[in-house]
């Protein structure tokens, strides 16, 4: 058995005692490195190639946002969940934004956060759909530009076809592949094909930003009923 190799970063010793105590009782999850600043990030994926890293978005001297940011910019980048208090504060989305797969609350149930670490190592976000409604709510009140930020996200969706437009939608109101693959009648290995190409056209890191781009551009108020 091939096991995720987890890296964890917090600046709290306390948290990453907890997640390593919790995480390590998984016969299928190794912790191969722990951080207490953002600043050690970097040099730790290189010495251990983690495939999840946990990540603290508030530590003292370069926050989870930055490091994320960074991490994501690779082309062998670990894919980043965001540990925080909070549901859907301004910096969980922009860490989504930057390229995270989703995140967990610092006081998740053990075996939540357990299966949240195997569910973004098979590819999967960590965002129900009741978290995904409650996450673009809070991006429509970002402030800013919206009509800017709608025009642009319109003009890369403009690059999708009429299926991969369907299927961009299924993923930012927060459905599973087989889910999607239920209401639009496609096999999920069809539904995988769909998004794989969606994330290449848009030049997107992971289906949280799928969300977000269908979000910013309308997507979501167009299937919307009354």
């Known amino acids: 058995m091939t096991r995720i190799r987890v890296l964890l970063v917090d600046d709290d010793p306390l948290v990453r005692a907890g997640l390593s105590f919790m995480l390590g009782g998984a016969g299928d ?41 960074t991490l994501r910019g690779r082309d062998d980048a670990p894919q980043v969940v965001v540990l925080t208090t909070f549901h859907a504060d301004d910096q969980v989305l922009r860490a989504l ?43 429509a009140g970002e402030p800013g530009p919206g009509d800017t930020r709608r025009s642009r996200a319109r003009d890369r969706v403009a690059a999708l076809n009429d299926r991969e437009r369907e299927v961009a939608v299924a993923v930012g ?39 977000l781009l269908a979000h910013d551009a309308g997507l979501l108020e167009e299937t919307d009923t009354p």
């Open 29 to 69: 999850i190794e912790i191969v490195g722990e951080a207490a600043d953002g600043a050690e990030v970097t040099a730790l994926v290189d010495r251990t190639h983690p495939d999840v890293v946990l990540m603290d978005i508030r530590m003292p001297s370069v926050d989870g946002l930055t490091a994320t940011e």
């Open 97 to 139: 934004r930057a390229g995270a797969a989703g995140f967990v609350l610092k006081d998740t149930p053990p075996a939540e956060i357990v299966a949240a670490v195997r569910r973004v190592a098979a590819g999967d976000p960590v965002l129900s759909p009741a978290v995904t409604r409650q996450l673009m709510a809070h991006a």
């Open 173 to 211: 109101r927060g459905l599973a592949n087989v889910e999607i693959a239920a209401e639009l009648y496609m096999s999920v290995a069809t539904v995988k094909t769909h998004v794989s190409r969606i994330l290449a056209k848009l030049d997107l890191n992971n289906r949280v930003q799928i969300a």
